[in-house]
């Protein structure tokens, strides 16, 4: 049987839809299923209808109206998931809604204000036809699909959308994490953009704080962004520079060793994430977190990492000052962190997830090893 795997990115882009189709199709493959997977940004409409002629089922991974009417004018059933919000009006702040409540809130959020210049204005009808196309295709597909349970829920949807993980490979270390293996002194880590929407701001009043009462820990900084002189001009008129360093744009087998030897990963975001795939990461490489409490982060770091209160800078502070004064907690916490990606978010799991919803859509779908 063969699956196709469709996604709308370009090949080298850090996305956590390829993350996603790369950590899934060695699985698929191993089970005897054929993959293909494509890019409908980088081929043709003509290969677009090569390939789906020669697929049994069609994986969709992104709102791709065009191509999901090829798959139905084709006779294909399409399995779609969602990585993303589907709406702009919850990306700050979310409360559940059903699907008329939902759909008055974005209207209303999408108009222009009054002093609009003319450009913005014509932008909420673009806004509007976003949210047409991903309606339309919505209706379209067989099964709809969400890479946590946030985003399932979030999408208001009259119809059943059900959770299938961003899968992780747990890594196999030969010891259980120890004291021993920390960075010295004791370190704080954030990966991500450098946007006021991931929290840095949060991050460093956090650091402000516990600098008052400690100077025996570091906070290392990956990543860039537009942002990232705001925030390093904020580090200095903090007063907090000399325990905070900005390292920039680092590789995944650069970032992983830093993780690993971290004290705890700091993920402050205030926008509504959809999955977190970082802290996945790093319970991989039994790291604790510490997470805003918002979007689909309390789903991916479990029961055994640490929440806080989105935007509370002060409860943030409380967590990382409890790992500081209790470093075996927060060792101990990684460890069952990563038993949990273990038990919920193996791509072997995920993969059969994915196979026997192609199951439910084909009868004539078959895995032959």
């Known amino acids: 049987m063969k699956l196709l795997i469709q996604h709308n990115h370009e090949q080298d882009e850090i996305a956590g839809v390829l993350t996603y189709i790369n950590s899934i199709e060695p699985e698929l493959n191993l089970r005897g299923i054929e993959t ?12 677009w ?24 004018a084709l006779g294909k059933k399409i399995i779609l998931k969602y990585h993303y919000l589907f709406y702009l009006s919850i990306h700050s702040v979310y409360e559940p809604m ?8 974005e209207f209303i959020y999408s108009l222009p204000k009054k002093k609009y210049p003319l450009k913005w204005k014509l932008h909420t009808a673009i806004k509007w036809l976003r949210l047409g196309t991903r ?7 067989d099964r709809r699909t969400a890479c ?35 960075s010295t002194p004791y370190t704080f880590v954030f990966v991500g953009r450098l946007t006021f929407d991931k929290g840095i701001d949060i991050l460093l009043k956090a650091i402000k704080i516990i600098r008052e009462s400690s100077d025996k820990f570091q906070v290392l900084i990956i ?27 680092l590789s995944s087998t650069e970032i992983f060793p830093i993780v690993r030897s971290a004290l705890a990963l700091i993920v402050p975001s205030r926008w509504q994430e959809a999955a977190g795939y970082v802290v996945l990461e790093a319970s991989s490489v039994q790291t604790c977190s510490i997470v805003a409490s918002v979007g689909g982060l309390p789903e991916v770091a479990g029961s055994d990492n640490l929440l806080f209160e989105r935007e509370n800078f002060q409860e943030l502070a409380n967590a990382m000052k409890r790992c500081l004064d209790n470093p075996s907690e927060a060792i101990e916490r990684g460890k069952l962190a990563n038993q949990y990606v273990i038990e919920n978010f193996s791509p072997s799991m995920i993969a059969d997830q994915l196979i026997e ?4 859509l084909s009868s004539s779908f078959r895995v032959s090893s």
């Open 36 to 47: 293909q997977v494509i890019s409908t940004k980088k081929i043709t409409p003509k290969q």
């Open 49 to 72: 209808l090569q390939a789906v002629a020669s697929a049994d089922i069609i994986h969709m991974n992104s709102n791709h109206l065009v191509f999901a009417i090829f798959c139905k």
């Open 98 to 105: 059903s699907f008329v409540e939902r759909l008055k809130t």
């Open 135 to 141: 309606l339309a295709t919505a209706l379209l597909v």
């Open 148 to 182: 946590s349970q946030f985003i399932a829920d979030s999408n208001s949807l009259p119809w059943e959308v059900s959770t299938l993980y961003n899968p992780i490979l747990a890594q196999n270390y030969q010891n259980h994490k120890s004291l021993d293996d920390l």
């Open 223 to 249: 990543g860039d962004g537009g942002e990232a002189s705001v925030f390093k001009t904020m580090a200095s008129d903090l007063g907090i520079s000399d325990c905070v360093k900005f390292l920039g744009k």
């Open 357 to 360: 919803i192609c199951r439910e």
